[in-house]
């Protein structure tokens, strides 16, 4: 904090780290921030790197990183790039998986979608599609 600053209080770090109030609470209760010491009579100051943990936070949560998994990075830290390397490998394999899946159902609908007949009004093939057996089973 420089002389310039005025001290870090949660509003202050809620504002500068573009989050609100309760998302910097649950990260507390989730032991990923340190919850500072309250003076008798004052407010709380967080130091000026927690500004820059909650960015990296947010960050690995958009990149898919689950809450627990962002502390094992936080916890690891710098000297471990090898394990932190390990768990993005990880997370980057999931996603991988999850794009699979998703390219899948994709080619499923597209597949339903072409069976559709507006001028049919008989039946639906879309819905003739859905209920046949074996339709996405692996």
Not at 25 to 32: E, P, S
Not at 65 to 81: M, V
Not at 85 to 94: D, F, T, V
Not at 98 to 103: D, E, F, P, T, V
Request: aromatic letters at 6%; hydrophobic letters at 35%; one cysteine or more.
């Amino acid at each position: 904090m420089t002389r310039n600053n005025p001290p870090l209080t949660i509003g202050r770090l809620a504002k500068a780290a573009n989050v609100n109030i309760e998302t910097i609470r649950h990260y507390q209760r989730k032991g990923l921030i340190i919850e500072p010491e309250k003076p008798l009579g004052g407010f709380r100051h967080y130091p000026d790197t927690s500004v820059d943990r909650i960015r990296f936070i947010k960050r690995a949560q958009q990149l898919g990183f689950s809450l627990e998994e962002i502390k094992q990075l936080l916890i690891l830290g710098d000297q471990h790039c090898r394990d932190v390397q390990s768990l993005a490998k990880e997370k980057r394999n999931e996603i991988q998986q999850k794009i699979a899946g998703l390219l899948t159902i994709q080619t499923a609908l597209d597949d339903l979608i072409s069976s559709c007949h507006t001028d049919d009004t008989s039946h639906c093939g879309f819905i003739d599609g859905l209920s046949q057996k074996g339709f996405l089973e692996k």
